[in-house]
């Protein structure tokens, strides 16, 4: 009885009484996330503490966006790969070990690129916002502009009060 109960609500995609969608649900994911970081943990370390020390604004910005959509999150991960090419470049072709991650970080400038990266991607994001706000505000009120004047010509038109009564 409960294992049908559990595959008529997988089918429609409601969550189980234990949580749990049938699909991939956010237990799952965690699962794999964890899976794909411990393999590249045990693959290549070197990539691992270079992408924990490159993705380091990422993970605050992942943490402290709770839109519906995560828009500031997509640019800023955006911007920090765009600030992350030249020291994933530099990890390949230094040999890609330990050693090369760790000089990699010891330049300023690398790990810099990428958090100013990460930095231009939110204030970016921020500032189209307050454009996008402020255009809206000039288009709404000329927008006004035009309806007022048009009702200034029909109640002159049809000989109305300025102000009609409650």
Same mark, same amino acid.
């Given at each position: 009885?409960?294992?049908?109960?559990?595959?008529?609500?997988?089918?429609?995609?409601?969550?189980?009484?234990?949580?749990?969608?049938?699909?991939?649900?956010?237990?799952? =994911?965690?699962? =794999?996330?964890?899976?794909?970081?411990?393999?590249?943990?045990?693959?290549?370390?070197?990539?691992?503490? &270079?992408?924990?020390?490159?993705? +380091?604004?990422?993970?605050?910005?992942?943490? +402290?966006?709770?839109?519906?959509?995560?828009?500031?999150?997509?640019?800023?991960?955006?911007?920090?790969?765009?600030?992350?090419?030249?020291?994933?470049?530099?990890?390949?072709?230094?040999?890609?070990?330990?050693?090369?991650?760790?000089?990699?970080?010891?330049?300023?400038?690398?790990?810099?690129?990428?958090?100013?990266?990460?930095?231009?991607?939110?204030?970016?994001? !921020?500032?189209?916002?307050?454009?996008?706000?402020?255009?809206?505000?000039?288009? &709404?009120?000329?927008?006004? +502009?035009?309806? !007022?004047?048009?009702?200034?010509?029909?109640?002159?038109? =049809?000989?109305?009060? !300025?102000?009609?009564?409650?």
């Amino acid at each position: 009885m409960a294992r049908a109960a559990k595959a008529r609500h997988a089918r429609a995609g409601r969550p189980t009484p234990s949580g749990s969608t049938g699909r991939l649900g956010s237990t799952g =994911w965690k699962w =794999w996330q964890g899976m794909l970081g411990g393999m590249l943990l045990m693959l290549s370390p070197g990539a691992a503490m &270079l992408l924990v020390a490159l993705s +380091a604004p990422v993970l605050l910005v992942m943490i +402290a966006d709770s839109t519906p959509r995560r828009v500031v999150t997509r640019t800023v991960i955006l911007f920090s790969l765009a600030g992350a090419v030249e020291p994933a470049r530099a990890f390949v072709m230094m040999g890609h070990d330990v050693a090369a991650a760790v000089e990699i970080l010891m330049r300023s400038t690398d790990v810099l690129l990428a958090w100013l990266g990460a930095g231009c991607g939110w204030v970016l994001n !921020e500032l189209f916002c307050l454009v996008a706000t402020f255009v809206t505000g000039l288009r &709404l009120s000329a927008r006004r +502009a035009t309806l !007022e004047t048009m009702l200034l010509q029909v109640r002159t038109e =049809w000989e109305l009060a !300025e102000d009609p009564p409650p």
